[in-house]
């Protein structure tokens, strides 16, 4: 917690160096932490600005809308353009370059209408370790990423957010929609429709840290260790089996290994390496 508290102090610093921001803000748990602390340590006008697209959950949205609420600063949602590309419609691993292309360009647009000094992002240290091709876009653009630069972990700004009573502190990760597809399966608006509903269902029915991996007609579920067991029990598995195929899925498999964030860049990670 000691090294946590410095790294925060490291981010401070970095908030007190500039008199106006723009925040890439998604609601989770690392943008809110830093959209928190831009509000309170950066002298000037700080804008938050929400991309929203079909790979948006409407869960995400409502995350974003509960922390306006408590905290309240000045707030955009602006409808990107990602599934006009077909380079992000092919969902080649370079995927999230060509969408953070995209959402930094326009909320580029905002900044330089509100005369923001600089644009931030909630990257961590965590992300340096997995594949991370809007990483790219994120230089180019010159995007600072203060937790990342003060060598923030996810683990450490959950322990800050905890600390300073962010309710978000707790949240499990969620990256967009898109991040279920294994690349090279086609993005459509049926699929995120389909993925979303999904998760909805299973998350309503009591399971917290989860994905749902999008093989077109298969769903193919991961869960977290502590709730591998729940879906083993007597008559779960049935219940969620006729859930999905209800809302669309040919197929329900469940993963044998747990859940892991970033599971499909697994495989361009070892033919990288």
Known sequence: ????????????????????????????????????????EISGPVKLVTA????????????VEKFLDKYGGEHQFI?????????????PPERCYYCKRIILGQIREVGVASGAEVMLDGSNAD?????????????EFGVRSPLAEAGM??????????????????????????????????????AFRRIEKAEEFIRN?????????????????????????????????????HGLKGIGYQYVTLNMVPFKSGSLNEAIISIDD
């Open 153 to 190: 972990t996810k683990q450490d700004i959950r322990d800050r957010s905890e600390a300073h009573g962010l309710e978000t502190w707790d949240l499990p990760s969620m990256p967009c929609l898109a991040s279920r597809i294994p690349y090279g399966i086609a993005i459509t608006g049926e």
């Open 127 to 139: 992300d340096r370790e997995d594949y991370r091709p809007g990483a790219r876009a994120v230089d």
């Open 52 to 63: 929203v697209s079909p790979s948006t959950s409407s869960l995400q949205k409502k995350l």
């Open 79 to 91: 409808e990107t353009r990602e599934m006009e590309d077909e380079r992000y419609r092919r969902n």
């Open 205 to 241: 029915s009591g399971i917290r840290t989860f994905r749902v991996r999008h093989h077109d007609d298969l769903a193919r579920i991961e869960v977290s260790d502590e709730e591998f067991p729940r879906f083993l029990s007597v008559g779960f598995m049935d219940k969620i089996y």
């Open 1 to 40: 917690m000691m090294e946590a508290l410095k790294k925060e102090k490291r981010v401070v610093d970095i908030l007190k160096g500039f008199e106006s921001a723009v925040v890439a803000f998604s609601g989770g748990v690392d943008s809110s932490y830093l959209a928190w602390l831009a509000m309170r």
